[in-house]
Structures are given as C-alpha cells and as structure tokens.
C-alpha cells in the first residue's frame, strides 16, 4: 500500500504503477497530457513536494508520504490568474502543452515573484510548445508574476470583439486549466484498447500472422487482419495506403499494419501484441527517389514509382537563360522533418445502431467520415464524427492514422474502442515534410532585373500518396518566389520509397523550393554587384504586376511594404540575411473549395456552426469576431460549438490558410444577414432561427490556358530578416507580413512567432534520420527548438486588406510564417563566412559544428 497527497487529499493506492497512468485514468486528472511518455516533452509536469516533476517517468511506489500538485490543484486564485494573463498575452494557441506550462511557472514563481524573462526562459527549459515559439508564454508569466506580486485583482477583458479587437481566445480558460477534453481524455463506458502490430521491416513480403496465441490470451478481445476489413485502403486523393498488410502482400515502410490486437484493459495491450508473430521473407527496400527510378527497381505500387509528374512553363526559359547577362544554378537538399505537434494521435470509436461514432482530433471531421465509411462499405451518413480538442495539427493530423483502426475494432467487436498512438509510433507511421532534391537556375540582365527562372523537383513521396502531388504543384508554381518571371519554367516528380510517406506540412512544399530561390537570390545580386535587399526591391511584384503563374496581384499585395518594413533590420549589421517569400490562401487551382457555416439562435445566443478545424490557429475566435463585426453583438452572446458531422456543415479541411478567408467570409455572409434581422427584431425574437451561408472559392484549373488565370483566391507575402549573434547562433528575426487584415492581434502575433521558431528549427537543429529504412529518431532527437533557445522576434503586419473584401480582408497566416527563416538563416551565414549553405539543416552553424 503507497499513501500520498493529491491535491491536498490522501491517497492510498495498492498497485504499483507508472505515475501518469495514476492520475489520468484512476484519479481522472486528464490536466496532466501524456505527450511523449519519456520525459522530454513536459505535458505532464506536475509538482511533487513543491518541485517540478514529469509524470510520465515516475511510479507510485515513489510517492510515499509525498505531496502531488496537478493543474487541478491549483488554487481559485492562481487559477483565475493564470487564466487571465495566458488569454491576454495569446499564448494558448493548442493549448496541449500549456498546463504543464503553467505547473512550471508555479514551481518558479512560487520562489520569485520577481523573475526576469531569461529566469521564465530557464524555468521553461523542460516544456516543449510547437505553436507559440514561447515568446507569449513568457509574457504570460511574467504578468502573471506582476499580478501575483502585486496581489491586484485580474482585469476583465474589455475588448468588443469586433475584427482588430484583442479579444480574449474563446477556448483559453479550458486549455489552460486541463478542463478541456482532447481525444484521450474521453472514457466510454465498456470501452477498449486496440494497437497495431507494425511491420519489422520496411520492405518485406509478409509471408505468415499468427494469432492464435494472442487470441488464447484472457485479456484479448480480438485480433484483426486485412482480411477483415471491408475496403483495405485509405487514401484522400489516392487510395493507395492500405489498412493492414494482408498475408502474402509486401509491406512498404516500418510504419505499415499488419494486425491490429483489442484488449480489454490498457495494461495488457503491449503483452498480447507481442503474442501476435509474423513470417517475412525480408526484400531489399528502396530508400531514395534515385534508387526507385532505377531500371530495374522493384515497382511499389501497381502503377510504378512515380505518383505525380508536375509542370508548368511560361514564356521560353531556356532561351532567355541561355543568353542571359548572368545567371546562378544551385542545387538545393532538404530533409523529412516531423511535425511534433504536442498531442500523439488518439481516437474513440463506438458502435451505434446502424453505423460508427468516432471521437477524433484531426483537420477535417467529413475527411474522417468519409474515410471510415469507405473502409467499412457504409454510407457516409453511418459515421458520425465529433472533433475533441485538437492537440497542433500543422497539416500531420490530415491522413488516417487510429481513426480507421478504431472504427474497425468497434465495428465488428461492438465494443468502444480507443487507439492511441505511441510518440515513437507517431515518429514512425504519420507523414513527414517532403525531402526534396532540387536544381534551380535563375537569370538576370545586367541591370539586375530578373528575366527567368527554370526548377527541376525530385520529391521524396515515401511509402504512399497521401498528398504528395498537390505538395509538388504548390512547391513548384510557389518556386519563383514573389518575382515578376516573364520566363518560368517549373518541373517536378513525386517518387515513392519504402519510408515514411511525406504529407501535408506547413508550407506545403513551398518552404523546401523557396529556400532554394532565396539563396540563388542573394547569390546572383552579388554576381550583379547589387545589394540584396535592393534587388529584391527592385525584382518583388506590385499591384498590376503578374506571377509567373500568370495571376494578376491584386491591389492589396504588399510585398514591397514588407521588404520595406524590415530595411532598418538587414542594414543594422554586416550579420544580417533576408528572404522574402509568397504563400496562397486556399485549395484553389480549380478544386472545389467551399466555406460553409450555420448561425443558429438558440437561448438568447449566436451559435456559429461549422466544422473547420481548430489545429491551435484560433479560427472559433476569427469567426467570433467577424460576427461581432457585423452584428454588433458583444463576445458573451456567441459560443462556437465543436465539429460535428451531424450539427456543422462541411467547410473543408484545415489546411492551406485556408479557414480564415473561406469560413470567415462565409461566417461574414451569414452575421450580414443575421444582422439585418436584429435590426427590427431581437434575439429573442429570433429564437430558433437559422441562417445558412456559403463560400465557394472559384478559380482556374492549373493547366489553364488563360492569360491570366486566377490560380488562388489570395495571396500572402512575407519577408524575414536574420541576425547572427557573436556566439554563431541566431540572435534576431525581424519578420514582416502581408496578411491583409490582422483579425485577432495576439493570435496572429502568436502564429508568426510559432512559424518563426519552426521555420529556424527546420533551418538550424531539426533532421529526420534512417537507418537502412528503419526511424533511428526519437521525439527527443528531432532538434526541436526550445525556450532558452529562440531569438528575439520583432515582427511587422502590413494590413493592405479592406473590409469589402472577403473576410473583411484577412488572409491566412498559419504557413507563411515558417516560409523565409531558412533562407534569411543561409543568407546570413553565408555573408558572414562566405560558404554557401544549399542543404538542411544548414552546417558549420553554432548548433552543428
């Protein structure tokens, strides 16, 4: 028998076992998250004896006598504090990491109420956020510490939501206080616990499963193959990646199924998985795009390994290079890199009557209902899906990952099923950024104006499509950069190898070819005799000019301004390196792309009703605030519900900085109608009214034969200056940004420096290793960046966007703010030491000797 505290009450518990497991599933303190089960993260710090601890590494048996504090234990006061100053500095952004965050805080305030930024830093040292690039968490704390030293009663809120107003995140208090539920913090009555067993090898035919013995064991539920699933492949574009391995097949990466074990307790799981034994004859894997277009390369899908061939010419490139005054031809690496958002993938599964409910944590509910529905030959109106709170997405949570797996254990045990992946699964099953192989030749006449630019793309696709050809499109139509090409020519393959499948990442393929162009940038200036930034400025697009993709900039493009927002930067020191770049806003290129949303009167309030994705951006607060802009009404008349495939209508996935133009404008639409009802009625009076609005984003197909086709809605444009500091470390990035319109000014903030911090990460510290196609990497090797380890981050809104436009003029800003920080890193190390930098991450730095 152990005998500890728990938030001030006595426990007695008489089963040793690991510490987190205690809390989260006997105690139900689902405030302390299992990020990483190994220490590095900090999601599940709490206190013990007034020092902070992670959960996640201690067992019961070492708290006797002890005194444990979780996020729960905190006092009304420090609650309400903590509240206040994270919702008004903007650092809840996923809010996954964010009471661990705060239990370190206490443990530093609770011996200082004085502490300096760099003491905040320090006490940060354990916690990991991916969002926020830590800058408004220490801004949280630090006020938090005022208000505490001060004992001043926490101010309320003020703002009126209207679009600009800095209005309070409207889901900042339950992700702070570990209140709000995400997918594993959910327990259904009778529910178990399924979990593949995944391939040993990344290439082998799988000869034999044998199930018997697991099957025999009294914990088992069940053990699935291929041959019991209705429909054995998922895939949003193409349906290539299969469910489960079936006997006889070939398995394609480390990451593949092969069976999926249920039991009926947690702690049994991993015992009856390794009952399941499977027969492989081991097959030699292909481990590049090189290896897999080799004549005699083994074919790893029926329809060869090559999943898209992209390409798109304007003009006569290879002529007007040809005899071009100068020209720079490089050629460009960059590596898979992981999206490590806080919360491992995680879902619920239940049986209904006549079909599946699932509780889930991904970018888009109807991908996920249609997804499922296929696998099990339902109609999609048989699987009703519910977003919990959503743990960082950044485009990984786009592709089935335990969604499918779940549905399929509940489906035919009848039982509620929960699959949760393991961080190190995680590493190993869900996509990656695409690697890239790139050769980009840029030309200019000897006055320094850019006359043509010519890309060749290998991309790294791994073991199936997921979205690999839309990756390669936008990478090479983004290529040029946000130049005035009369001559462009762009070419691109998508190879499949037997790694990881590259995915969805954000930036989508332009943060790989941008950092390419940017350099070439620098280097023809400097063959030019020109400045950098004064090429650039000579070179960039202005209203009335048109992209290498024939599109018209609009008169609200602001790349100019944001070159000339960050000049003081670039001319402060011989230290400094800048890039600028251009990111789209939306599916476009002909898709069908729709924002769709219902405002619902119901009990005196606005109910907005839509399903996009919450990943951390904030786009229930966006929506909030475009109704109070139209409507007038104050913050505390609106609540946004969660998505439901049953209550809010389809507005696409969150991907693209897609969601604040095509579901703002579409929640604008219907607050405009909404508010010429209020102006002879109340909302009273309106009880049970809905209204319904759309926004469908119409636009040209990429093989246009328009002169100007209209390939996206939008576009933003951003520039970034780097500052080496005299420790060969990055010390400043001034980042400037097109974005139209900032609706929610901490949130946007919020989200440049997150980009900053991971666009830096991809730049400086963050790889993703093999061995002979095994992951070697561990969540604590990935070369993320922590809070003693971020620059100073100055950052410029250029708001050219007016309130006739859509959104009332916002633009999306999730992407592009991680798309410059590479390049302007290369560019200033490279005018410190004269060596060229053309792979990532970048060598001969104070973070890689």
Known sequence: MYRFQVNGIWREVEEDKRLMDYLRDDLRLTGTKDGCSAGACGACTILIDGKKVKACIGKVSQMEGKSIITIEGLTEREKEVYVYAFAECGAVQCGFCIPGMIISAKALLDTTLEPTRADVQKALLGNICRCTGYVKIEDAILLAARLFKENAPVPKNDADGTVGSRLHRIDAAEKA??????????????????????????????????????????????????????????????????????????????????????????????????????????????????EALAEDAPLLHPNGNILSHQALNRGNADEVIANAAHVVTRHYSTPQTDHAFMEPECAIAVKTEDGIQLYTGGQSIYDEQHEVSRMLGLEESQVKVHSMLVGGGFGGKEDMSVQHHAALVAWKTGLPTKVQLTRQESLDVHPKRH??????????????????????????????????????????????????????????????????????????????????QEINIDLLAKEVGMDPWEFRYKNAVRPGDYLPNGQLCTPDTGIAECLEAVKDAYYASDRTGLAICLKNSGVGVGLPDTGRVILEVRDGKVRIRTSAACIGQGVGTVASQIVCEATKLSPDQIIVEAPDTERTPNSGTTTASRQTVFTGEATRRAAIKLAELLATKTLAELEGIEVYEEFLGVTDPFDSDKEHPKSHVAYGYGACVATIGDDNKVSELHVAYDVG???????????VEGGAIMGMGYGVTEDFKYNEGKVVTKYGTLGLLRATQRPEIKCTFIEKGTPDQYAYGAKGIGEISSIPIAPAIANAYNRLDGMERCSLPLEKTGYRK
């Open 435 to 516: 690697a890239m192989e790139m050769d980009i030749t840029t030309a200019c006449d000897e006055n320094g104006k850019l006359l043509a630019t010519k890309v060749k793309i290998v991309s790294d696709c791994g073991a199936y499509a997921s979205l690999g050809g839309p990756v390669l499109q936008r990478a090479g139509t983004h290529s040029s950069g946000p130049y005035n090409f009369e001559h462009f020519s762009m070419d691109g393959i998508c190879v499949y190898t037997n790694t990881v499948p590259g995915g969805a990442f954000r930036g989508f393929g332009v943060t790989q070819t941008i950092f390419g």
């Open 177 to 290: 206080l570990g209140t709000g539920l995400y997918a594993d913090d959910m327990v259904v009555d009778g529910m178990i616990y399924a979990k593949a067993i995944r391939s040993k090898y990344p290439r082998a035919r799988v000869d034999a499963i044998h199930i018997e013995e697991a099957l025999a064991h009294p914990q088992c539920v069940t053990v699935l193959t291929a041959k019991d699933v209705p429909f054995n492949k998922t895939g949003h574009i193409v349906p290539d990646w299969d469910v489960m391995i079936a006997e006889g097949d070939i398995t394609r990466y480390v990451g593949d199924a092969i069976a999926v074990v249920a039991v009926k307790e947690k702690k049994y799981l991993q015992e009856v998985c390794n009952l399941v034994t499977v027969d492989y004859t081991e097959l030699k894997p292909v481990l590049t795009p090189e």
């Open 741 to 751: 319109r900032v609706v929610n000014p901490q949130s946007c903030e919020g989200q």
